[in-house]
Each structure stands twice: as structure tokens, then as C-alpha cells.
């Protein structure tokens, strides 16, 4: 079976979250069960950059060519790079910028993203529809807004009978434009109406994917039940209603080779579950980074973008009541200005027992998860969330509100749980500045008794996080779309 991924980041060639980490780790544990993934990404500097380096640029033909793909020449070139299959859509007039995949260098968005994204789509389903000579998808696969449209091209185009699945990783971002854009996107006149592309009087991207795909999925399965309501479905909880019945929330897993504690090269000191008090070496140099007093108090840590979504205006107003249970906090992370204030303002009130990086480090938050007790994430909605999925396989006990993925993938340690030795975290609801506070209170209590926490910490330590089973879920669903195609 041969899947073509669509999607704008890719670890380890470009990252902004755990998206991602998905399209990167999907591959290989699909390739394990007979399905072959290639995938198309962008040619952003970066990608570029692996590709050039790798001397195989120049060499390479290009496997597709546009002469006017959205304003400028195109190409596409198929190279493997970190053992992933790639067609890399280089396109300089849209791609080759300075800054992150979506915005400058002080973070504003592009304004040309929509133009950006439908190039990417535009490619994707010509590659659907046989652009590129040998090779035809039976399947294509599109991850969130930014590859949505290649559903809707492959709908209104030559690739109308390919099944096509669109994965949601976070509904609250849906690239919506305004109607001007529509004769630029090169779409017949007919899609643009309810059951196409449109949207609330504008275009839709990732509204056009869901009314599109043959199957949705999201990752994880109470944030497929939970976007069908108002309340988590901003704004597209009708058409997902509608949809329900080709909607199936699979989890996320991880890449438990990359993020394994006995040979994970960014730690100090590795260590397995047989072997925790190897994490002190790496509680040092947390201590260490975040300037933080060397004591037995438990460290709780934050690794996240720091966001609304993200609760980290809840967490802001509790760092006071947090100190007073005599845990530490670490927080590593970038965002919204004011949060990342306030937390700065938190720590020099409180030093010593608050330390925060400002910024995004893939090296530092392996340590984290391999030194610190626990890691706190009161998302207000997390379609899977993979911090706490690291925290499980690092004895870095998750505090999660129980919502979405969070919900779905760790067990709360209430007295019935520990009694039957399968708590691996602790869960709190409502989302809210009390509950949280319980909830590290419960964290610090269980700490306390070296005994119980070990037992959390290792049923965590044992919890299958790996990919074997998602991908085994995404298989028996390509198998389903395949049985509909109509031959
Ligand atoms: P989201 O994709 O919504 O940001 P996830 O929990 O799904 O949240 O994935 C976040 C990913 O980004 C994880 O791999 C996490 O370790 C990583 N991450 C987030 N913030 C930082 C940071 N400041 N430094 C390093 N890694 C980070």
C-alpha cells in the first residue's frame, strides 16, 4: 500500500509542535506493517539545507515541474532523507525566507501563507493525479489547514477517486481567508459554496479538507468527541456533526527510540526503570539551568508553548500556591509576551524555587523530562499532547487536566488505582486555577512516600507509548478506504 502524506513540518527537518513529531514517526512505524509513506513538505530553508548538504541536489532531477506554481517556477524532488521518504516541493519564491515555516523572524504571519499552502496542496494533488512518472498514491493523507486544500484540488480535479483521510492535530487553527483569494487558488467556480470551500462568506482550508475526506481522523478519542460540541468545535462542530460518521480519534504514540531514558544522548545520565536513581544526574543539571536550590523537594516542570490553549494564564496565577506546597518549578517555553512575563516576574519572586528559559530547546526539554518529577499540562483542550506521553516513558510524572488526549492517555492515581498498581499521573477537572492547585498538592503528598511515587513513576515507565498500535488503527482505516474505492 503506497500513502502519500501531505503536511507542512516534519521532525527532525522542521518542527513547530507535535505534528511534527506525527508526520516524522508515522513513516516508520507504517513501514513496519507493510504500508509504504512517502511524504510531500515544503522546501523551507532548513529542508533545503539537509538536502543541499547532503550533495544531492545537484544530481537529483527533479521528479515534477511547475513553471507557475502560485507566481513562480516549482519543483519536486524525491530524496530520503533521516530514513524518511521525501518529495520536497522546492519553490523559492514561496519557501526560501528567513524566520519560522509560517512567519518572520519577530513571529507575524506571512501574508502570503494562503498562496504558500495552496502551492503545497496544489502539488500534492497533482502527485495524487500521476504528476510524478512511477509513482501513484493509493491513499493521500493531509495534516491539519496547511495541506487541507490538497483534499479539496484532488475533489475538483484528477484525483477525485483517490480516498483521501484528513487528520485534525488542533482544530483552532483552520486558515481561514477572505473570499478575495478564491480566483487565485485555481478552483472551478463550483467550490466555492457550503459544500465546498467556503466559509463563513470567506475560503476555509481546513474546512474545505473535512467536507472533502473520505475519512477524518483527530488523535486522540475523547477530542473526537469533544469537537463535536460548541464548545470545542470553534465554529466547524456542525460540519463535523455531519461528518460524524467517517470520524475516528486515534492517539498519538511517540517515537520510543528517539525518546527512550537508557540511550537518549541529551541526558547527563541515562537510566531505565530498573535503574531511576540514575535520574539525579539530570535533576542536577536542571537544578543547575533553571537556577533552582538543591533540595529533596519535588520538581515539577512545564515544557510547552506558552499559551491560552495551553492554560498557562491558569498556571500564572497559581505559581504562589505552588511554591507554598514546596515544590519547584521549571519552565521551559516561548509565546505570548505577557505570559512569558508574568512567569519571568514569577521567578524573580521566587528564587530558588522558580526557574524559566524563554525559548524553544529540543535538548534541554529531554533532560527535563529525565530529571523532574513531574510535568504539569493544564491544557484547556489538547487533541493528544505528546509531553506527557515523554513523561510516562521518563518517569516524569504527568499532571494533566483531563481533556482530549490528556484524558485518554493517563491514569489518575486515586486511592483505587494505586491499590490495583496502575496509576500513572494525575488528573484534575475543571480546568481551573483550584483544581491544578489540588492536584500538585496530590503530586507533593504522593512524593512524599518514596514507595508510592516509584510505583507511579515505573507503571508510567511500563505504559506502551510506542506507535504499534495507532498505526495499526490508521492501517485497518487506509484498508476500510481502499474497500470504498470504487474501481
Ligand atoms: P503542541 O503541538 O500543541 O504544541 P504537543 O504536546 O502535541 O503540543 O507537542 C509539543 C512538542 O513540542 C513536544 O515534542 C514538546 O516536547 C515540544 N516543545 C514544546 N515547547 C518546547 C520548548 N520550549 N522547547 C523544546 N521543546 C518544546
Same mark, same amino acid.
Given at each position: 500500500m503506497q500513502v502519500l502524506s501531505v503536511t507542512p513540518e516534519i521532525f527532525p527537518l522542521i518542527k513547530t509542535g507535535g505534528l511534527a513529531d506525527v508526520t516524522g514517526a508515522l513513516p516508520i512505524a507504517l513501514a513496519a506493517k507493510g504500508v509504504t509513506m512517502r511524504t510531500l513538505i515544503p522546501g523551507f530553508p532548513t529542508v533545503m539545507g539537509a538536502f543541499k548538504n547532503m550533495g544531492?541536489?545537484?544530481?537529483?532531477?527533479?521528479?515534477?515541474?511547475?513553471?507557475?506554481?502560485?507566481?513562480?517556477?516549482?519543483?519536486?524532488?524525491?530524496?530520503?532523507?533521516?530514513?524518511?521518504?521525501?518529495? &520536497?516541493?522546492?519553490?523559492? #519564491? =514561496?519557501?526560501?525566507?528567513?524566520?519560522?515555516?509560517?512567519g518572520n523572524a519577530s513571529g507575524a504571519d506571512w501574508p502570503d501563507n494562503w498562496r504558500r499552502f495552496a502551492a503545497l496542496s496544489q502539488a500534492g494533488?497533482?502527485?495524487?493525479?500521476?504528476?510524478?512518472?512511477?509513482?501513484?498514491?493509493?491513499?493521500? #493523507?493531509? #495534516?491539519?489547514?496547511?495541506?487541507?486544500?490538497?483534499?479539496?484540488?484532488?475533489?475538483?480535479?484528477?484525483?477525485?477517486?483517490?480516498?483521501?483521510?484528513?487528520? &485534525?492535530h488542533n482544530l483552532a487553527f483552520q486558515g481561514q481567508f477572505g473570499a478575495g483569494i478564491f480566483g487565485e487558488l485555481g478552483l472551478p467556480a463550483a467550490a466555492m459554496a457550503l459544500d465546498g470551500v467556503e466559509y463563513y462568506g470567506g475560503v476555509g482550508f481546513l474546512k474545505a479538507g473535512l467536507q472533502a475526506a473520505?475519512?477524518?481522523?483527530?488523535?486522540?478519542?475523547?477530542?473526537?468527541?469533544?469537537?463535536?460540541?460548541?464548545?470545542?468545535?470553534?465554529?466547524?462542530?456542525? =460540519?463535523?456533526?455531519?461528518?460524524?460518521?467517517?470520524? #475516528?480519534?486515534?492517539?498519538?504514540?511517540?517515537?520510543?527510540?528517539?525518546?527512550?531514558?537508557?540511550?537518549?544522548?541529551?541526558?547527563?545520565?541515562?537510566?531505565?526503570v530498573e535503574t531511576l536513581k540514575g535520574r539525579a544526574p539530570n535533576r542536577a543539571a536542571v537544578e543547575d539551568r533553571f537556577g533552582l536550590d538543591r533540595d529533596d523537594s519535588p520538581i515539577v516542570c512545564v515544557i510547552s508553548r506558552l499559551t491560552w490553549q495551553k492554560g498557562m494564564d491558569i498556571l500564572a496565577t497559581v505559581v504562589d500556591g505552588i511554591v507554598a506546597t514546596g515544590a519547584r518549578l521549571a519552565i521551559l517555553g516561548s509565546?505570548?509576551?505577557? =505570559?512569558?512575563?508574568?512567569?519571568?516576574?514569577?521567578?524573580?519572586?521566587?528564587?530558588?524555587?522558580?526557574?524559566?528559559?524563554?525559548?524553544?530547546?529540543?535538548?534541554?526539554?529531554?533532560?527535563?523530562?529525565?530529571?523532574?518529577?513531574?510535568?504539569?499540562?493544564?491544557?484547556?483542550?489538547?487533541?493528544?499532547?505528546?509531553?506527557?506521553?515523554?513523561?510516562?516513558?521518563?518517569?516524569?510524572?504527568?499532571? &494533566?487536566?483531563?481533556?482530549?488526549?490528556?484524558?485518554d492517555t493517563i491514569i489518575d492515581a486515586n486511592e483505587a488505582a494505586i491499590a490495583a498498581g496502575v496509576a500513572t499521573g494525575f488528573q484534575f477537572t475543571p480546568n481551573n486555577g483550584g483544581a491544578l492547585l489540588h492536584a500538585i498538592r496530590r503530586l507533593t503528598d504522593a512524593h512524599a512516600s518514596p514507595a508510592t511515587?516509584?510505583?507511579?513513576?515505573?507503571?508510567?515507565?511500563?505504559?506502551?507509548?510506542?506507535?504499534?498500535?495507532s498505526a495499526e488503527k490508521y492501517v485497518e482505516l487506509y484498508r476500510l478506504l481502499l474497500s470504498k474505492r470504487v474501481a
Open positions: 544531492a541536489f545537484k544530481k537529483k532531477k527533479a521528479v515534477y515541474q511547475n513553471p507557475s506554481l502560485q507566481g513562480g517556477k516549482a519543483s519536486v524532488h524525491a530524496v530520503q532523507i533521516a530514513g524518511l521518504d521525501l518529495f &520536497v516541493l522546492d519553490a523559492p #519564491h =514561496l519557501f526560501d525566507r528567513p524566520g519560522g515555516p509560517y494533488a497533482d502527485i495524487a493525479g500521476g504528476a510524478i512518472s512511477g509513482y501513484l498514491p493509493d491513499i493521500v #493523507h493531509a #495534516h491539519d489547514w496547511q495541506s487541507a486544500m490538497t483534499l479539496a484540488y484532488m475533489r475538483y480535479g484528477e484525483a477525485v477517486g483517490t480516498p483521501s483521510m484528513m487528520t &485534525v473520505w475519512a477524518i481522523t483527530t488523535v486522540s478519542p475523547t477530542y473526537a468527541q469533544e469537537i463535536r460540541s460548541p464548545e470545542f468545535g470553534m465554529g466547524l462542530d456542525g =460540519l463535523i456533526n455531519m461528518r460524524s460518521s467517517d470520524l #475516528h480519534g486515534i492517539v498519538n504514540g511517540i517515537d520510543t527510540a528517539i525518546w527512550d531514558p537508557a540511550t537518549d544522548k541529551h541526558l547527563v545520565s541515562t537510566y531505565t509565546g505570548d509576551a505577557g =505570559l512569558e512575563g508574568a512567569l519571568l516576574a514569577a521567578a524573580a519572586r521566587h528564587r530558588g524555587r522558580i526557574g524559566v528559559v524563554v525559548g524553544y530547546d529540543e535538548g534541554l526539554s529531554h533532560i527535563m523530562q529525565g530529571g523532574c518529577d513531574a510535568i504539569v499540562i493544564p491544557s484547556r483542550f489538547e487533541p493528544c499532547g505528546l509531553t506527557q506521553l515523554y513523561g510516562l516513558r521518563y518517569g516524569c510524572v504527568p499532571v &494533566v487536566a483531563r481533556t482530549g488526549g490528556l484524558a511515587f516509584e510505583t507511579i513513576q515505573r507503571q508510567g515507565m511500563k505504559t506502551d507509548v510506542s506507535w504499534d498500535r
